[in-house]
């Protein structure tokens, strides 16, 4: 039987936080646009009180969810227990993209481990969360985390990363703008920095 909630209890907190694999949704407002449903491993995610969440993005293929973050941000986190008891925990609320050289970065990059190719952090304010049974879900056992992704950044260097960052992930597949730190020194955001000076 599904129960909602006004925030993250310290119960749900630890459940969260236990989970090895969580998945993040975010769509357009266009009714034609692209719904996105990224999952997310390795040690990303932290929440910070009982209406925030936080994730380390790495540097990947696309930026859907910094995309429609910037258009609308809306989002919805999915947590699912594949072993123990059967539980799926959901987050609503409203995201922004950090990035670095952005105001709250140093912080917030502060509560994760280094990762080669970390592109932003994502957070954001958590208005409803909602449990379900989850009893479809399988029982699955955790080998190991993949070290691909970790690999290939290392492979590429934070100097590639950046220039693939530019070339690959400043729109979403429908064409929408995502927010991208500078390949300079400063870090700062393209997009803040064109929208400052036009």
């Known amino acids: 039987m599904a129960k909602t909630f006004d925030s993250i209890t310290p119960e749900l907190r630890a459940f969260i936080e236990a989970q090895p694999l969580f998945f993040v949704a975010t769509a357009p407002l266009s009714a034609g646009g692209h719904v996105n449903l990224s999952p997310k491993g390795y040690d990303t995610l932290r ?81 409803w969360v909602q449990t379900s049974c989850g009893y479809a879900v399988p029982r699955m056992e955790l080998v190991e985390e993949r070290p691909t992704l970790i690999r290939w950044a290392e492979a590429h260097g934070e100097e590639a990363l950046a220039q693939a960052r530019q070339e690959k992930n400043a729109a979403s597949i429908d064409g929408l703008p995502a927010p991208l730190a500078s390949p300079g020194p400063h870090g700062r955001s393209l997009d803040r920095l064109q929208r400052t000076s036009t």
Request: aromatic share 10%; hydrophobic share 40%; with cysteine.
């Open 47 to 127: 929440v910070l009180d009982a209406n925030r969440v936080a994730y380390l993005d790495l540097t990947g293929s696309g930026n859907e969810t910094s995309a429609h973050l910037l258009e609308n941000g809306r989002v919805t986190f999915m947590f699912c227990a594949f072993d123990g008891a059967p539980k799926i925990v959901r987050l609503y609320g409203r995201g922004r993209t950090v990035l670095p050289g952005d105001e709250g970065w140093d912080e917030l990059r502060a509560l994760f481990p280094d990762f080669p190719g970390i592109r932003q952090v994502i957070i954001a304010d958590v208005t």
